[in-house]
């Protein structure tokens, strides 16, 4: 007999992806340590220096910033290119293991994307000679780029350092990423960074595991969402090789979901505190059909200015506006921009969020919150 899967509505939706983000409330450290919670989420978009420190403030009780730094500095997390071929915050084992999975889903795509500029290059001997120089010493793109140019003079040498990260796994290495301090990009192989024995042990990462995984922290979700999200392609068959051991649903505009049966799917009236997100923060860029997040197509755009994203905030559970920092006078003062005039409760839990939000930023410092327009 065929049943017809059950309809999730935009709302429920809406609080399961929440729960498995993290975000319907802080989680206790005793549940999840800060490397687990970086594993758990399939790592952290990491454009910017910041952004992975403000996404576990939104998600773990207590973080503090020192905690994923400390990872960093040991070499328990990095930061290296991955999904849709941007730079994500990963455990050491996602950096090995991810890498070689989602390469076909963004690192071969832009490649091919420069392939006017590498007329006449062999990738095989550009890749070699980065590697010895990566592991001789971490090189800046700009150091690449004369070293690569030196080889091949009439080859574009943008192109030929973005070749360079996209044909190895490259991971910044620290002080770049750690809180406080910083630094130029400077690159080394992932081998090299974590160690041979660590290469040697780690596999790569399977195509059902890595939807399973994707699942856990971003779902219910179709096949697009999950192609959204890794940038791969031709993920059906995957699914369907899964299907027997997943549930399937349905939204309300009839798109096919799939979930884990363990998964958490809280009722859709549960309540959703307001979060503070960074700029690309992957709950807003892992589905293809976003609407369980951004009830507006006119807020999508209000998050954006040119390629650049805007810090944003939750407002029970769904975008409603973004957000900044600045410094002035020795006050940190953090602007909160909705995109309609929140009801006086919800101003007041924004305002004690932002002022959560100043305490991992400005600890002990004098800071203060203001409310300004998110549509100008």
């Known amino acids: 007999m065929v049943t017809t899967p059950p309809v999730l509505t935009a709302r429920a939706l809406n609080r399961a992806t929440l729960a498995r983000q993290l975000l319907l409330r802080r989680v206790p450290r ?27 403030a939104a998600r773990l009780d207590a973080f503090d910033p020192g905690e994923l ?32 999975l989602v390469q076909r889903g963004g690192p071969d795509r832009e490649l091919r994307m420069f392939r006017k500029g590498l007329t006449g290059v062999d990738p095989e001997r ?27 003079p009439d080859a574009d040498p943008f192109a030929l350092s973005v070749a360079a990260r996209c044909l190895l796994p490259l991971v910044q290495v620290t002080p770049r990423g750690l809180w406080g301090r910083s630094g130029q990009v400077a690159l080394t192989t992932a081998e090299h960074w974590f160690g041979a024995e660590a290469a040697d042990r780690v596999p790569e990462a399977g195509a059902e595991e890595t939807v399973r995984r994707y699942l856990a922290a971003f779902g219910p979700a179709s096949v697009k969402d999950m192609q959204t999200w890794s940038g791969l392609t031709r993920m059906r068959a995957v699914f369907e090789g899964l299907r027997p051991r997943l549930l399937v649903f349905r939204d309300e505009y009839g798109t096919e979901l799939f979930d884990l049966p363990e998964a958490p799917r809280p009722d859709a009236a549960t309540p959703a505190p307001p979060r503070f997100l960074p700029e690309f923060d992957n709950l807003l860029l892992s589905h293809a059909d976003r609407r369980r997040v951004v009830p507006r197509d006119e807020y999508r755009r209000l998050t954006w200015t040119g390629n650049q994203s805007h810090p944003t905030f939750l407002l029970d559970g769904f975008l409603a506006g973004t957000w900044g920092i600045e410094e002035s006078g020795g006050t940190t003062t953090l602007t909160v921009r909705p995109f309609e005039p929140p009801a006086p409760a919800e101003r007041e839990a924004l305002a004690g969020e932002a002022e959560h939000t100043l305490g991992i930023l400005a600890p002990g410092g004098a800071h203060t919150v203001r409310f300004g327009t998110g549509r100008g």
Do not use: F
């Open 30 to 56: 005793a549940e999840l340590s800060v490397a687990g919670a970086v594993g758990h989420l399939v790592g952290l978009q990491a454009q910017n220096v910041k952004p992975p420190y403000l996404a576990l």
């Open 126 to 152: 550009l890749a070699r000679i980065v590697r010895e120089l990566v592991e001789e010493e971490p090189r800046t793109m700009k150091g690449l780029r004369e070293e690569l140019t030196a080889h091949w």
């Open 69 to 100: 730094s400390a990872l960093m500095a040991s070499r328990e997390v990095a930061r290296m290119v991955t999904l849709r071929s941007t730079v994500h915050t990963h455990t050491a084992a996602d950096c090995l293991a991810l890498r070689p």
